[in-house]
């Protein structure tokens, strides 16, 4: 697996934030709305999404749930913040936060999405543990991702593999590695986005 740092991570967001949008706005727009879809059904009272970005989803979250939105790129966070300033009636605070170092105390929201950044943390199973931690015991944490071996995709896998850690993120990236949990139930795995490019993974907590 390509090693990635929190530098790398940050160094390629921060030139990413003027036209994140543009280049993955359409592209991962069915996995958002299908995180978005699951999040009214599941009808959170406190929410946390780790790696807000530009603020994609932020107006598709239930307007009555506690949003709370994290990331580790302070540019794109600028972009999250005014896209926030618009949605009047949504309760929303956003953080500068590494999803890795997660300053909430245990058990602290109801749901946690985490839309594509899985694979671009350096340290995924820390990651993990901590969307762990921090999510309520039978609560809900919510997955999009690229995850290696996907119908099409395994031969850009291997293009990219050499250059992934230079645009922050990792082209080939085991489900079977990361996601399964001891402590966790994963309820539903669907393939979203165009050709199956990402996988919805819906996990209820563990107690």
């Known amino acids: 697996m390509t090693a990635i740092s929190s530098g790398d991570v940050v160094t390629a967001y921060k030139r990413y ?3 994140y949008d543009f280049l993955f706005g359409k592209v991962l727009e069915q996995g958002r709305k299908r995180i978005a879809d699951e999040v009214c059904r599941l009808t959170p009272g406190t929410l946390l999404e780790v790696g807000v970005g530009t603020g994609l989803l932020l107006s598709r979250y239930p307007a009555d749930a506690e949003i709370v939105g994290v ?6 966070l600028d972009r999250a913040r005014e896209a926030a300033s618009i949605l009047r009636n949504h309760k929303i605070t956003l953080h500068e936060m590494d999803g890795e170092h997660l300053g909430f105390e245990d058990g602290s929201f109801d749901l946690v999405t985490v839309p594509y950044v899985l694979s671009v943390t350096p340290d995924p199973a820390r990651f993990m543990d901590e969307l762990r931690r921090v999510c309520k015991p039978n609560g809900y944490i919510l997955v999009a991702n690229h995850f290696s071996g996907q119908r099409g995709w ?3 896998e291997a293009i990219t593999r050499s250059v992934a ?6 082209s080939e990236f085991n489900f079977d590695q990361h996601v399964p949990h001891p402590d966790w139930t994963i309820e539903k795995v669907e393939e979203v986005n165009m050709l199956g490019l990402s996988r919805l993974v819906v996990i209820r907590n563990g107690k």
């Open 71 to 76: 990331d580790v790129s302070r540019e794109m």
């Open 154 to 156: 395994r031969v850009l």
């Open 17 to 19: 934030a003027p036209v």
């Open 165 to 170: 850690d230079r645009i922050g993120f990792r």
